[in-house]
């Protein structure tokens, strides 16, 4: 089910953040190459005086150490000089937050707490699992009780000692296969799941047997001729489809329980965590369910590369798709925006302001971006307690794609990719959404092979009363158990059973279906974990087919119209006090300015166009518009990078 914490007030001011988090004696033992005055540097960027710069340039959160890996001895200097920082921060009037570390550094952790050792990930084969090349620190079981417990005490000591108005948890996920942990507490509370999750009858129609005393995690064949978990596109084995599903609830069920440990020591305290990816197959490879994890905080990390930018093939790379997920969560999404190409930096920063629930990342005294961090803090009521409006919802279903490591992400990014390139707004809707999908003109259901007969059925419900749906490919092909069914379960719905494109009325509604969304070349390749990353984001071979299916279901014009190329996305919002519409427009193509942008939008039922206004760092223009049968018509004067209609209704 997917959790939405309320927002504490606080957050309305905005997130322009800052961050000193790592700590110095990590930096040293890693090995950075650092230099002779490093720890000059280390205190100096806690000093006043550069606390009065980040003020100064608008920075609303700075982020401090709280644990890293080493234990509280070992880190009491460190801990110390994040208590001063925060006084100074809070001073100035920037609130501060604290990074939580998950890894062991075993030389002075199991001395510190000898038990620790207990912690450890343990891989199938009783191997210990490291974090990556560093060898002085281990990877913990997340299940385990004493590790979560001894989270909770750095919680306690980051909100109680250092005075914290947020919390960074790092690194919320656990490890790839073949190094997921084994561990007889993993092991049972695994069997524990399994018993939950399926009646006795159940269990013998999912495994062919019910009895669960000898069950075990699963372990991958990577010898003696077996497949490496990264080769594998489709997974097969009903235990492991069902160990995905264990990890991400672990996962889930872990970060719920420090949450609300943070919550009970400071209620308006402000959550996030770093589940690293979002895109690609996170369930599989991180146990890692975007709606199931970070629905229990108020923000999460992405670092899956797509920072904004125009690639010389096309491609439109950046983070809305991220954005968007957020937003359905109440969430919002921090991403890295500084790059040594000051209008790249303005360009992510403006991707951000756009799509982004209130935030526009870690900026910290960036010059290149001063001029939008000043407007994104001058003009409050366009961003701050906004919703986004949008006809479509795509639906990411976690059963396709936990088990499909290809065929259902890469439709549906695609589908995506195109909504994103034609300035069509859309919502990015999970399983738990299903219950709400009237409020959408139309739904995309690309690849959504694994449906219940109870989803089937709310799909069917929608479309019968008036909604419309694009099914594609497989969609409803297979069971919650991948049990596949003779025909689509929603053949009846799209009035094919998947062989050729279909247009049908049904009931009040209509379903579209298309056999594919045809990609072109390059495909994912085996030998990465299929990872279906922005190389592949290609407008689809028949972009013009998906386009008149959409266009189809939405029986008439769309909620907007931008005619600006494909190298312009936008997003519409709407504020109820004042009552506005708020139309941002990014341009990805930096070496190119448009000018005379034309906009056709639908005025909400009962409101008339008061005035409208186009702004954009260093402009504030009213523009001549025109109202006719509902919809608006007006033009953004020039865009550069980045410029927002302010619509004001009465």
Not at 227 to 255: N, S
Not at 337 to 362: H, I, S, W, Y
């Amino acid at each position: 089910m997917n959790g939405k914490q309320e927002r504490p007030a606080w957050l309305d001011e905005g997130l322009v953040f800052s961050s000193v988090q790592e700590l110095l004696a990590f930096r040293i033992r890693r090995g950075d190459g650092l230099s002779v005055d490093a720890e000059e540097q280390y205190e100096r960027q806690r000093f006043e005086e550069a606390v009065k710069a980040l003020a100064e340039a608008g920075v609303t959160l700075a982020v401090a150490n709280a644990h890293k890996c080493f234990g509280f001895a070992a880190e009491e200097e460190d801990i110390e000089s994040a208590v001063q920082y925060a006084k100074r921060c809070h001073q100035h009037g920037i609130r501060v937050g604290t990074y939580v570390g998950e890894t062991l550094a075993y030389e002075t952790l199991f001395t510190e707490k000898p038990e620790a050792e207990d912690w450890v990930a343990t891989r199938y084969d009783g191997k210990r699992v490291y974090w990556h090349s560093q060898t002085f620190r281990f990877v913990p079981c997340k299940n385990h009780p004493g590790w979560i417990d001894f989270q909770k005490q750095v919680v306690k000591l980051a909100v109680e000692r250092i005075g914290v108005d947020f919390i960074h948890f790092d690194n919320v996920y656990v490890w790839r296969e073949p190094d997921s942990c084994h561990c007889k507490v993993c092991t049972q509370m695994f069997r524990d799941f399994l018993g939950r999750k399926y009646t006795h009858e159940q269990r013998k129609r999912r495994l062919g047997f019910s009895d669960l005393s000898g069950i075990r995690p699963p372990a991958y064949a990577t010898e003696g001729g077996g497949r490496h978990p990264k080769e594998i596109q489709r997974i097969t084995d009903p235990l492991q489809q069902d160990w995905i599903d264990f990890r991400c609830e672990g996962v889930a069920q872990m970060y719920r329980q420090l949450c609300d440990y943070a919550r009970s020591l400071k209620p308006d305290i402000v959550l996030e965590c770093n589940p690293v990816i979002t895109c690609t197959n996170g369930a599989f490879q991180r146990g890692v369910d975007i709606p199931r994890l970070v629905g229990n905080g108020h923000a999460f990390w992405v670092e899956d590369g797509n920072a904004a930018r125009l690639e010389p093939d096309g491609r439109l790379v950046g983070n809305i798709r991220t954005f968007k997920m957020a937003r359905t969560l109440n969430n919002a999404a921090f991403s890295y925006v500084t790059d040594a190409d000051p209008n790249v930096t303005r360009l992510r920063v403006a991707e951000a302001m756009a799509f982004n629930l209130d935030c526009v990342g870690p900026v910290g005294r960036s010059e290149a971006a001063q001029d939008f961090i000043t407007f994104f803090r001058k003009h409050r009521e366009l961003y701050a307690r906004n919703q986004t409006l949008a006809d479509v919802a795509v639906l990411r279903s976690f059963r396709s794609l936990a088990w499909e490591n290809v065929e259902t992400h890469l439709s549906t990014l695609l589908v995506e990719q195109v909504l994103i390139q034609h300035q069509i707004p859309f919502h990015i809707v999970f399983d738990a959404d299903l219950d709400r999908l009237a409020d959408y003109r139309a739904v995309v259901l690309a690849e959504v092979q694994f449906m219940s007969d109870a989803e089937i059925e709310k799909v069917r419900a929608y479309v019968k009363d008036g909604g419309t749906v694009l099914a594609v490919g497989a969609t409803s092909r297979y069971d919650e158990m991948a049990r596949r069914r003779h025909a689509l379960g929603l053949a009846d719905v799209l009035g094919t059973d998947g062989a050729l494109a279909a247009q049908e009325d049904y009931g009040k509604g209509r379903a579209a279906y298309l056999p594919e969304v045809v990609p072109k070349p390059p495909l994912p390749v085996r030998g990465d974990y299929y990872m279906v990353d922005n190389r592949y984001w290609h407008l689809p071979a028949n972009t013009d087919e998906v386009l008149s299916a959409l266009r189809w279901c939405l029986n008439g014009r769309p909620l907007v119209e931008v005619d600006a190329g494909l190298n312009v996305a936008v997003e519409i919002c709407e504020r109820q006090a004042p009552h506005l519409l708020i139309l941002h427009a990014v341009n990805y193509d930096l070496n190119r300015v448009l000018s005379d942008v034309p906009v056709s939008l639908k005025v909400p039922d009962g409101a008339k166009v008061n005035s409208v206004r186009v702004l954009s760092p260093g402009a504030d223009l009213e523009v001549a518009c025109v109202t006719d049968g509902g919809r608006l018509s007006f033009s953004f004067p020039e865009l550069k990078i980045y410029a927002v209609a302010r619509i004001a209704l009465g």
